[in-house]
């Protein structure tokens, strides 16, 4: 293995240029990042979900089932039973109970709230059923009628 090195004075070579041209490595991250600034909103703003169609699904009424009705005026009805807020967690308590008592299927809460009436009050029958230990809530609706009119 051998290496050349020259010794002397070389006083009429011109001085090597020993810094790094930044020119081309500025040009190559600008359009690093005008590509990523394109590409990474198109990323963030979709996501490939793929949503439900609407279909009215009939609603099987079981002997077991509570019907828990909430009108525009929040008064809340337990199987068409006016009751007051405090005791709805009782009654649903009651009922979780003889259910058990008796060997029978876990009662639904089926939830018919007035389409003006204010989210806190729906959300409040389901934070009794919540506090009760109900596993199966669910929302009444009318179907859609698409017919124009």
């Known amino acids: 293995m051998s290496m050349n090195a020259q010794v002397g004075d070389h006083s009429d070579d ?17 359009v690093l990042l005008i ?11 979709t996501v490939p979900v793929q949503l439900p169609n609407y279909r009215n699904i009939a609603t099987i009424t079981k ?14 009805y337990y199987n068409n039973a006016p009751i007051d807020q405090s005791e709805l967690k009782d009654y649903l308590i009651d009922a979780l109970r003889r259910a058990i008592n008796a060997h029978r299927p876990l009662p ?7 389409k003006d009436v204010r989210f806190e009050a729906v959300g409040r029958i389901v934070l009794a059923c919540q506090l009760a230990g109900i596993q199966k809530v669910g929302f009444l609706t009318e179907p859609h009628n698409d017919q124009p009119q």
């Open 108 to 114: 639904e809460v089926h939830i018919r709230g007035d």
């Open 35 to 45: 590509i990523f600034l394109v590409t990474i909103p198109v990323i963030v703003r």
């Open 63 to 76: 002997p077991e089932n509570i019907v828990v009705a909430v009108d525009k005026n929040e008064n809340i």
């Open 14 to 30: 011109p001085d090597l240029n020993t810094t790094i041209n930044t020119t081309p490595l500025v040009d190559v991250m600008l």
